[in-house]
């Protein structure tokens, strides 16, 4: 049996050294979550390095650090309510369940059919079915019947903020999105208020693109 968790403790240790991680919340969460068990099983041996790694298709689990990121930017708390649109592995989706305890819930939603499957077992199987429900279908949309969510979180780049999204955010939430602009990617933090959504540009980055359902409709 292979023992992971020294190189998983460093690499916690790296991202709170880059001001990545700060919040004990979600430094316990990357902690908890074993990278091992998502990603597919001749990427084993890499699952602590701080890069993406392929699972189907276009598809990848994302590097630590941008899920470190991810997570920090909408401020998970007890009890919280969660979107997450891209389920890919479902490894973000478990770092956000262990930030938001068992009174939380992550709703996450994925539209290839076998990254559904896969991600669903892998949760299953760690332990995060009861808190981690897996949707399949086109996540631009949002989960309307599930809908306000203090926070949502897309990890698949899009030309703008869908919607729906922005409808289904309650008001005071957060909502994460790497959004393409010319000659690459950034991601934005969108914080609700009564006022309307205000906007703030967090890094660059590189996520794979949000596909498009039949009846999306974007901003
Ligand atoms: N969060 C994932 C990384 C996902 S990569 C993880 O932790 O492993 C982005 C994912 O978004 C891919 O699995 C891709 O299939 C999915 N995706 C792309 N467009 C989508 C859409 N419109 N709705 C839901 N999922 C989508």
Known sequence: MLDFSNARRRLVEDLIAEGILRSKNVIE????VPREEFVTPE????????????????????????????????????????????????????????????????YTIEIEMPLVIYSAQNLERLGYAEVV?????????????RAPFDAIIVTAAASGVPEALQNQLAVGGRLVIPIEERGGQALYLYAKSERGLARERLAYVSFVRLKRGRKSSWL
């Open 29 to 32: 969460a990357m902690l908890k």
């Open 43 to 106: 990427y084993k041996l890499s699952a602590y390095n701080d890069t993406p790694l392929p699972l189907l298709g276009d598809a990848t689990i994302s590097a630590p650090h941008m899920v470190a990121m991810l997570c920090e930017a909408v401020r998970p708390r007890e009890g919280m309510k969660i979107l997450e649109v891209g389920t890919g592995s479902g490894y973000q989706a478990a770092v956000c369940a262990e930030a938001i305890g068992r009174r939380g819930r992550v």
């Open 133 to 145: 429900e897996v949707y399949y279908g086109d996540g631009s949309l949002g989960l309307p019947e």
